[in-house]
């Protein structure tokens, strides 16, 4: 790309450039002043389904295009069938102390083969590349990303002539729309074309119109795709090659992107036809009202302002590169919580797949982990900001992805385990199965599907949606929960229900002998989750009236339950005896979910368990831990919980410095979405919760964040709570009950329990005293 000069004449371009509305009292901007050079520099668009990399290159653009449901392979069954005849024999093993020949049989016995990389795998739909003519020397340039919009916008200023471009997905219409414009006539002439690596793909152009077809398979078993591509032209002329389309000297063009897959049935190449088709003669401006009005509908429930408005004018890559060098900047959180939301709203909408290790967006064949459904922390940190932030339907794919892992979860569960109810392991896919695969220090942990029915019963608990309750959430509870009714067994040794075999995830223990192994019986992990699953189900099923003898079934497995311990360190034992850890740094802190996202270390007023997670926490941080992006999220909530502002801060500016990405991606490494969707849950959770029945305000408030405001949170109990504060306190407080139900407000020591009506907001001063 020739030389890219920035002068002080561009300033009124740069404004005309903004895409901001009058009405928003704070710019929502990501943006830059040069093209993307690498793909986690470009830009991410998404209506749910299809999404798009912008790179905003001048001489050549690039457009990287994802469909969610483009998926090779297919539905498989790995399960090993020698593995219920000898579960119990590795149980007896461990608990006689022979930890590494308990595990060996369990890798021989129980687990089924690993799926190879690259073969059942997500994979990029392909890319748009438009060549533009004629470019000279370029003032001005400016790329940005208006999250209050979805809009991706570029302008720059080559021979006296100013160039723009616009590009939305939009899910009403289920396309993406780019729209190239100049501010004279006749300006705009290039060629486009399509391509994708490998070679799956067929590329056709007819008419104003190219099509790539395909189909992403491994050993004949995948999806069929398809992406059309229509230009609109306004003046000039589109010549027809045969792989490209070339306009030549048009006023404004305007590009209509489709892509689909066979993935939920019908022919891939005429439902993107018919998404082109769709969209008929509606002009761009009409396409670009109906997404924004989509959009902000979601979006626009939440409103966060720390400090006073933001005067540095930087670009996103040098507001990190500030950060790295020890500065703080409470605008880019702003950005960063609202980038979050803005991606969960891009890549899970109603009716389609979950949101996956990479979200909808990944460029490659063959990405890390084949961008999967990894079900041991990361799927569900995808989802944690969702209630909170006031994003419920976006979890919708999630709810109907789990509730469709039920029938094969209850094969798994029958054949491997010989239980009733389902179980899912350490991961799965878009073929949804749930075998336990690959190596025992990774896959032999039968708790996916009881952690992920948690969600189910947040979503009622913050809805209060009864017949959600009934139809959706408690079937998933139940099945998850009769799984253990059958897979819990006693520990001779002290006479108390445990999970096994199992493990800690991903994390391992050094034996008596000093050797590194992880099969055990009763991690911390696994006796917090299933408490957590059996006290949900037992909620639900009083709530419906139904199962009572199930619920006193679970109610008395419950008390003979072995609880988590403190060890003699002080801290919170990873697994039921005192072992040492093989790494001390380890990225899961497994042991610790029940101070986040369970609340049993977590209780008002509780200084003990506190305590105990407080010293876990730095223990792992004292020795490298949070150095993957995810896990580093994880640390932020839990100091949240931990109502420890400036430590909370301290770790959110980390994340930021050592696990962020130029466009704001987290950075496992290498990109993985969950980090910013955990991130994005902590922040809300420094200035909201409302675990244990109480909605607390301001619990973690860094020094730093002197004053602000948040609106539109969601607690539990069906409340929105606006926040605002000021010399770093309190200074007003609106709770608007949806449902009518009890509320219990907490500000520093002081407790109120105001009566509220359902739809009424009441607002409360510095002291929680009810204002009229």
């Known amino acids: ?229 229509q230009l609109r032209n306004n003046g000039g002329a589109v010549i027809q090659t045969d792989s490209s389309l070339v306009v030549k000297d048009a006023d404004e063009v305007v590009i209509l992107i489709s892509g689909r897959t066979n993935y939920w049935g019908g022919n891939a190449k005429e439902i993107a036809d018919g998404d082109i088709s769709r969209a008929g003669d509606s002009d761009f401006h009409s396409l670009k009202a109906n997404h924004i009005a989509d959009y902000r509908a979601l979006f626009g429930r939440v409103e966060l302002a720390l400090n006073a408005p933001d005067t540095l004018n930087l670009p996103t890559d040098k507001r990190i590169e500030r950060i790295q060098s020890g500065k703080t900047d409470t605008h880019l959180t702003e950005l960063y919580f609202q980038f979050g939301r803005y991606l969960l709203i891009s890549s899970s909408r109603p009716g389609g797949l979950p949101s996956n290790l990479q979200g909808i967006w990944d460029p490659t064949l063959s990405p890390p982990w084949n961008a999967d459904y990894h079900i041991n922390i990361n799927i569900q940190m995808n989802y944690w900001p969702a209630l909170v932030t006031n994003l419920a339907e976006c979890q919708e794919p999630f709810f109907d992805f789990v509730d469709g892992l039920r029938e094969r979860g209850a094969i798994t569960a029958r054949e491997v385990y010989g239980c009733r109810g389902f179980v899912a392991h350490h991961t799965t896919d878009a073929w949804r199965f749930t075998d336990p695969i690959g190596r025992t220090g990774y896959g032999m942990w039968p708790q996916g599907a009881a952690w992920c029915s948690d969600h189910f019963w947040e979503h009622y608990d913050y809805t209060g949606d009864k017949d959600f309750l009934e139809k959706r959430a408690y079937p998933v509870l139940k099945e ?137 926490i730095e223990t792992r941080l004292a020795h490298g831990g949070g150095h993957t992006g995810w896990s580093r999220a994880w640390i932020i909530n839990f100091l949240a919980r931990l109502e420890d502002g400036d430590e909370a801060h301290e770790n959110l500016m980390a994340l930021y410095a050592r696990s962020t990405h130029p466009n704001l991606f987290d950075n496992h490494p290498p990109f993985q979405i969950d980090g910013n969707f955990g991130a994005t849950a902590g922040i809300a959770e420094m200035l909201m919760q409302s675990h244990s029945g109480v909605i607390q305000v301001l619990p973690a408030l860094p020094s730093g964040w002197k004053s602000g405001h948040i609106t539109g949170l969601r607690a539990r109990g069906g409340f929105e709570v606006y926040i605002e504060w000021e010399h770093a306190a309190l200074k007003e407080l609106r709770v608007k009950s949806l449902l009518g139900n009890p509320c219990r407000i907490k500000y520093g020591e002081t407790i109120i329990e105001p009566e509220i009506t359902p739809g009424e907001t009441a607002r409360f001063d510095s002291g929680l005293n009810r204002k009229k």
């Open 1 to 229: 790309m020739k030389r890219i000069i920035l002068v002080f004449s561009a300033i009124l371009l740069l404004q005309s450039c903004r895409t901001t509305t009058t009405n928003d009292s704070r710019e929502l901007l990501l943006w830059y002043d040069e093209p993307a050079s690498a793909w986690t520099e470009a830009l991410p668009l998404g209506n749910g389904r299809l999404g798009a990399m912008v790179f905003g290159g001048v001489e050549t653009e690039r457009i990287q295009l994802n469909e969610e449901s483009l998926w090779t392979g297919g539905p498989i069954e790995r399960a090993n069938p020698e593995a219920r005849e000898n579960l119990d024999r590795v149980r007896r093993l461990l608990f006689r102390g022979r930890y590494e020949e308990a595990e060996r049989l369990a890798q021989q016995k129980i687990m089924g083969y690993r799926l190879e990389g690259g073969i059942h795998t997500y994979q990029t739909l392909g890319d748009l590349h438009i060549r533009f003519d004629n470019t000279g020397t370029v003032s001005g340039y400016k790329r940005s990303l208006d999250l209050r919009q979805a809009i991706a916008s570029l302008g720059y200023e080559s021979e006296r002539v100013i160039y723009k471009r616009e590009v939305f997905a939009s899910a009403p219409d289920n396309l993406i729309l780019l729209r190239l414009s100049a501010s004279e006539q006749g300006r705009i002439s290039f060629s486009a074309w399509m391509n994708r690596p490998g070679d799956a793909e067929t590329v056709s152009v007819i008419g104003n119109r190219m099509e790539m077809t395909g189909f992403a398979h491994h050993e004949g078993k995948g999806t069929r795709f398809a992406s059309v591509v």
């Open 480 to 616: 998850a929960a009769l799984f253990f009714v059958d897979f819990l067994t006693e520990d001779p040794r002290i006479g108390r229900l445990v999970s096994g075999p199992s493990i800690s995830p991903e994390n391992r223990f050094m034996t008596p002998g000093k050797r590194s192994t992880s099969v055990c019986m009763g991690p911390a992990m696994d006796q917090e989750i299933i408490g957590e699953l059996f006290r949900n189900c037992i909620r639900s099923a009083e709530i419906l009236g139904i199962d009572t003898a199930f619920a006193d079934t679970l109610g008395r497995m419950l008390e003979r339950l072995a609880p988590p311990k403190i060890g003699s360190d002080g801290r919170i034992m990873e697994w039921s005896e005192p072992f040492a850890e093989a790494d001390s740094g380890h990225r899961h802190m497994s042991h610790l979910y029940g101070l986040h996202p369970d609340e049993m270390f977590a209780q008002p007023g509780d200084t003990v368990w506190k305590a105990a997670a407080r010293k876990s």
